[in-house]
């Protein structure tokens, strides 16, 4: 029996070259007001401390970001992915998306970000890949420069759903884990937060009330099992804000 002597494609790009056609679906633009909505729940903490006036995000999809980057008024943002179809449809909504791997972007950057954004996708790379895009990002950053992420959580109360929901999902980390690799990559001022329901309507009021309630019972086993809470950090993803530190000569 004969072969082709082309390489067979790897998991990840039969995934990728499909990634909306065949997983995730195209946006409305309703889905990215919907988005928008829960950007300003997630990001409120960091928006606190003010607008970011350079930012990058790293594994953008298909825009959701960079509209409510856009829509914030953000002066600089600029995305890219490796799924062909999500970059295609982030264009369709004219927001400023482009191909290419962490590698070949961040390594070309012509200036320094206040901020990169990581949203679901340190799960999608094995280890050796993680440190080095933590690296990466700690290296083009500017000083006193942000990294916010969000990815599954191993600990949480019900995390199978989401680590095993997506065939590229490689690496799953829990609020410790997560924290010392940030450490080992150069990254000080760790937060680590749930990601819970938002509270800007009535259903989401209840839910938000009832994670309250529901988030009490593995804390309340980890106090009796371990004596410590481990984090506290229940939540099926996590949000994770991490600075890299100005070094004084």
Known sequence: ???DSAAAPTYRERV?????SAFKGEPTEQDLE??????????APLVEKGLPER??????????FLFWARRKG??????????????????RFGLPARLGSYREILGSLSTEPDLVVALDLIEHLDRDEVF????????VLAPNG???LTTPNGAALRPGPTVFGDLTHETVFTPRSIAVALRLAGFSAIQIREVAPPRDRFR?????FLWQLLRLAPLFVDLVESGSSQGGVYSRVMAVEAMKVERRS
């Not at 919907?34 to 990001?43: K, S």
């Not at 930012?55 to 959701?64: A, D, I, L, Q, Y």
């Not at 989401?204 to 938000?208: C, E, F, K, M, T």
């Open 132 to 139: 080095e895009l933590l690296d990466l990002v700690h290296t």
């Open 16 to 20: 990728y070259r499909s990634y909306v």
């Open 74 to 91: 953000i002066p600089h943002v600029e995305g890219f992915d490796l799924a062909v179809e999500q970059v295609e449809v982030a264009r």
């Open 1 to 3: 029996m004969g072969h």
């Open 204 to 208: 989401s009021r209840v839910r938000g």
């Open 34 to 43: 919907a988005h928008a909505r829960f950007f300003d729940h997630l990001l």
């Open 146 to 148: 942000r990294l916010f």
């Open 55 to 64: 930012v990058v995000e790293v594994g953008c999809g298909p825009g959701t």
